[in-house]
């Protein structure tokens, strides 16, 4: 079983920065056979994912609402990913979670909202 402890979130102006990490642990996991990616949700929303990248070619996908703004980064080495926001905005509050797909692709950038890996972090952008 896989778990993940992400950290980072905070409260923040618009037009401030964030960074979002996660750790993923699991007995028989194989980091870098997931397409790692943060999904978010807030209150009366339905989850949104915002970013993706594939197991170790390191290729990206941004949702449209964040493109441009937020870098997704993964460290193989460390069972992690970060992300990297910058210019929020009060429509980026939400619960951030990160997830991992079991893909069979290196390349392959396929990221799933349907279960978070860990508890989540709050990120609350004030305007």
């Known amino acids: 079983q896989v778990h993940a402890a992400e950290s980072g979130g905070g409260l923040v102006q618009a037009g401030g920065s964030l960074n979002l990490s996660c750790i993923a642990s699991?007995?028989?996991?194989?980091?870098?056979?997931?397409?790692m990616g943060w999904f978010r949700q807030a209150p009366g929303k339905e989850r949104e994912r915002v970013a993706c990248?594939?197991?170790?070619?390191?290729?990206?996908s941004y949702s449209d609402s964040v493109k441009g703004r937020f870098t997704i980064i993964r460290h193989n080495d460390k069972n992690a990913i970060t992300l990297q926001m910058v210019n929020l905005q009060p429509d980026d509050t939400a619960i951030y979670y990160c997830?991992?797909?079991?893909?069979?692709?290196?390349?392959?950038?396929?990221?799933?909202?349907?279960?978070?890996w860990g508890q989540g972090t709050q990120v609350t952008v004030s305007s």
């Open positions: 699991g007995p028989s996991m194989i980091f870098d056979q997931y397409a």
């Open positions: 990248i594939s197991p170790s070619t390191y290729v990206t």
């Open positions: 997830s991992g797909n079991y893909v069979r692709s290196p390349a392959a950038v396929s990221c799933s909202t349907r279960h978070a």
